[in-house]
């Protein structure tokens, strides 16, 4: 290990070994970004979305405030959300042109690099849990279709009568995609909506340690078996020992760019280059501050990135030190997060904090 980085890993140890952040633990949630706006919100179901979002950073803090690991309170979180259908994930998820429901999940664990995937499930109650299945259960990192729900039956995990993840909203939204493709030479792959209601959750636990995953139904109308991001390591979903990241948007965009992994892996090259002279709090306090306005930096860029191929969407991230984050370039970004210090923020609209 060159010299530069071995002291800065030793000076993070220290830092984070001291009484004061012994007990640091931190959250950050997602359910989607789109066209989201005030003016085509009901106060119902405002109230209903910002309810959703508060209970699942409440389900997720409660096993990190309980010294729980970030990979059960990124699965706690996400399990909320796959259960509401306001959300584009599980119960709720949208339709695919042939009016089935097709599931994709990932999780990943940033000290060890474990990870899991799932894409095209169909009767599994909850997705995440099935990537963690995948992860810690088999020598895999991604599974498909059919496949994917006979290792989740053969795993335990609740299976559901695919009508269990129907709505009559997403139904709907599919017969409108349907219309206006009929009219069209080809059916453009976009949400009818203009909705990514896909959900995410990043969270570090007392130990450091950061776990990220991500759960969508993708996009209204999607054919021949379409993959989007959010199963895909790399650009949906990915944590190491400095980030976490977890996204939403225009799937074949994050794809491309690799948008997940681009954050974390800029995030890690912030680290190892910041110069430190000492074990001093102050010294440290800085560093942190440098990492963490970096780690913004590049979601911001990735975002960028994003939107110069024509796509849009957004991301939440943690910085190493647990400072939650996010960036997106669309009218609203479905948003919570929460920390160990108290602090808490559920947000919908671009111009919330």
């Not at 140890?13 to 706006?37: F, M, R």
């Not at 508060?54 to 405030?65: F, K, T, Y």
């Not at 636990?205 to 990220?212: C, L, N, P, T, Y």
């Not at 939107?307 to 400072?323: A, E, K, M, R, Y």
Request: contains cysteine; aromatic residues 6%; hydrophobic residues 40%.
């Amino acid at each position: 290990m060159p010299k530069a980085v071995s002291i800065l890993a030793t000076c993070i140890a220290l830092a984070l070994a001291t009484p004061a952040q012994a007990e640091d633990w931190s959250l950050v949630i997602h359910g989607g970004a789109g066209t989201i706006q005030r003016e085509n919100m009901t106060p119902e179901r405002e109230a209903e979305i910002r309810a959703a979002l508060d209970a699942a950073l409440e389900a997720g803090s409660n096993v990190l405030r309980d010294g729980g690991s970030s990979l059960d309170a990124v699965t706690a979180a996400i399990n909320i959300l796959e259960d509401d259908p306001n959300f584009n994930a599980g119960r709720g998820a949208v339709f695919t042109w042939e009016e089935t429901n097709s599931l994709d999940a990932s999780i990943m664990r940033g000290d060890t690099l474990a990870a899991g995937a799932v894409a095209g499930a169909s009767r599994t109650r909850h997705p995440i849990d099935l990537a963690r299945k995948v992860m810690e259960e088999s020598p895999h990192v991604l599974l498909s279709g059919e496949g994917a729900d006979q290792f989740a039956r053969e795993k335990g995990l609740e299976q559901v009568d695919p009508s269990y993840f129907y709505t009559q909203e997403r139904y709907d939204a599919l017969v409108r995609f349907k219309a206006r493709a009929m009219q069209e030479e080809e059916a453009r792959q976009l949400d009818v909506d203009y909705k990514f209601g896909t959900v995410g959750a990043v969270a570090m636990d007392q130990d450091g340690v950061i776990s990220a995953g991500t759960s969508t139904g993708g996009m209204t109308g999607k054919r021949w078996g379409r993959i989007g991001d959010s199963p895909i390591i790399g650009a949906g979903t990915y944590a190491n020992a400095s980030c976490g990241v977890s996204a939403t948007g225009t799937g074949e965009m994050f794809i491309r760019l690799s948008v997940a992994y681009r954050i974390c892996e800029g995030s890690a090259r912030a680290e190892e280059a910041s110069p430190v002279s000492s074990v001093r709090q102050e010294a440290i306090a800085a560093l942190m501050d440098e990492v963490n306005s970096q780690t913004h930096t590049n979601a911001d860029l990735a975002i960028d990135a994003v939107g110069q191929l024509g796509g849009s969407g957004g991301v939440i991230f943690l910085s190493s030190d647990g400072t939650p984050g996010w960036s997106f370039d669309t009218p609203g970004m479905y948003r919570g997060s929460v920390t160990s210090g108290g602090e808490k923020v559920v947000s919908i609209y671009g111009d919330e904090e």
